[in-house]
């Protein structure tokens, strides 16, 4: 995803409704999965197509809901896992 201005030269309010926006992503991808599992579909770890996979670090998968994630680890932004 390349976004302009540079991600590091975003304004406060810039950089919250890039969050907002990958938090829609995030929960869309969820919802999709979801369906998939019901469906008694699964599909390999490896392949991130249904995750949401942070750019930052090993973690797999967001946690919470909030801009945020929750997982001690890693803590990196929501905007960071909607790529
Ligand atoms: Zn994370
Ligand atoms: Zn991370």
């Known amino acids: 995803m390349a976004i ?3 991600l590091d030269k975003l304004t ?6 890039l ?5 829609l992503v ?9 369906v998939l599992r019901r469906a008694g579909l699964e599909w390999d770890d490896d392949d991130d197509f249904f ?7 090993p ?4 946690d919470g809901n909030g801009r945020v994630c929750g997982r001690s680890s890693c803590r990196h932004s929501a905007s960071q896992h909607a790529s």
Do not use: H, M, N, W
């Not at 969050?19 to 938090?23: G, N, Y």
């Not at 995030?26 to 979801?34: F, H, L, Q």
């Open 4 to 6: 302009s201005p540079s």
């Open 12 to 17: 406060d309010d810039q950089t919250e409704a």
């Open 19 to 23: 969050d907002d926006a990958s938090l």
């Open 26 to 34: 995030i929960s869309a991808r969820r919802d999709a999965a979801a």
């Open 51 to 57: 995750g949401s996979r942070c750019r930052k670090c």
């Open 59 to 62: 973690c797999r998968e967001f």
